[in-house]
């Protein structure tokens, strides 16, 4: 089950995941030493093909959607663009990453796109993975898919 609803921002969302992540049928390490497989997934058993890849991508979209709705409050008042946003970094971070990013959840729930967006970029992730995040702190800022 999808829980995004808007199919134009799941199908961007995947895009720019897929772009960002890259695929890989066989385990690898990343940067960090983890062993990862298929669109940046960790696991530590053989290679998959790409549509296995593609079903657990979307599994993890649901999931981490899951974990946004429960542990920020105000997820589903946002848009598609800042959802779009959370997901992301959810997913290369991990949502309790994510949630370490308090004054950027604080300006985003206030709806200050340009403070959250400066949040983004002055963060440790900000200047370690400095394209990620100017992409997404562009479509923050000016909620544009």
Not at 61 to 81: G, M, V
Request: charged content about 30%; overall charge negative.
């Amino acid at each position: 089950m999808d829980l995004s609803t808007n199919i134009d921002m799941r199908y961007k969302l995947k895009k720019r995941l897929i772009l960002e992540e890259g695929y890989r049928q066989f385990p690898y390490k990343d940067t960090h030493g983890k062993l990862t497989i298929g669109y940046g997934r960790c696991l530590d058993t053989n290679g998959i093909n790409q549509d296995e890849a593609l079903y657990l991508l979307n599994n993890d979209i649901d999931k981490i959607e899951n974990e946004l709705i429960k542990n920020i409050k105000f997820y589903d008042s946002l848009d598609d663009a800042r959802k779009l946003v959370l997901i992301d970094m959810s997913f290369q971070m991990g949502i309790y990453g994510v949630l370490g990013f308090v004054q950027f959840l604080k300006a985003l729930e206030n709806k200050d796109y340009d403070t959250a967006s400066k949040e983004m970029l002055n963060s440790i992730w900000g200047k370690e993975f400095i394209n990620r995040a100017n992409d997404l702190a562009f479509i923050m800022e000016t909620g544009k898919l």
